[in-house]
């Protein structure tokens, strides 16, 4: 649970500004208060972020840090996916 709340947390300020910008922000919500989201993929949520981060400050290191996260996580889906194969 706790990387659920950590990329909700990362996002947060992108999705208010978003969703202020495009007039969706529900009602109710005072100055200061962030709006965000927790949906079922955590962690190609926080690659997204750390790729347009990196794209955004064009900071190279950023841009290598979310190629090798894009890797290590399709590794570990195919990993996964034979282990399952196995077992079928």
Do not use: C, H
């Not at 947390?9 to 208010?16: L, Q, R, S």
């Amino acid at each position: 649970i706790p990387i659920y709340l950590w990329s909700a947390t990362k996002v947060a300020e992108f999705i208010t500004n978003a969703s202020i910008e495009m007039g969706n922000l529900p009602s109710g919500f005072v100055e200061g208060q962030l709006f965000t989201s927790i949906d079922s993929n955590p962690i190609i949520k926080l690659v997204a972020m750390l790729f347009g981060q990196g794209i955004g400050e064009g900071s190279f290191e950023k841009l290598i840090g979310a190629a090798v996260a894009v890797v290590a996580y399709a590794g570990l889906f195919i990993w996964y996916r034979k282990q399952m194969l196995k077992e079928a």
